[in-house]
């Protein structure tokens, strides 16, 4: 099983930057497609930006221009850099991670969540 851990949230004005990483770590075969949810309080959860394992990327159109997902495959870890942020940015970010079996077919894994808080 892939056991993933967020760091990087916090308070930040409006205007300012976090960097949120995840990494992965346990016993598993490959990870495929990793990226970043998040949940604000009273809405669903919401992709905000996933990256493939070939570097392919989407993102959400509320946060394109302003936030980039990157990975380091060598350390299985996935990175958000979130610049400009904005008070509708607030949320509970969680990492997930596709995790490929080596007899076929794949597994969502998620992290436990860290706390955006954007706020004056």
């Known amino acids: 099983q892939v056991q993933l851990v967020e760091s990087g949230g916090g308070l930040v004005q409006p205007g300012g930057s976090l960097r949120l990483s995840c990494a992965a770590s346990g016993s598993f075969f490959t990870i495929n497609a990793m990226g970043w949810y998040r949940q604000a309080p009273g809405k669903q959860r919401e992709v905000v930006a996933i990256?493939?394992?070939?570097?392919?990327?989407n993102y959400a159109d509320s946060v394109k221009g302003r936030f980039t997902i990157s990975r380091d495959n060598a350390k299985n870890t996935v990175y958000l850099q979130m610049n400009s942020l904005k008070p509708e940015d607030t949320a509970l970010y969680y990492c997930?991670?596709?995790?490929?079996?080596?007899?076929?077919?794949?597994?969502?894994?998620w992290g436990q969540g860290t706390q955006v808080t954007v706020s004056s």
């Open positions: 997930n991670a596709v995790v490929g079996k080596q007899v076929g077919g794949s597994y969502n894994s």
């Open positions: 990256i493939g394992s070939g570097g392919w990327t």
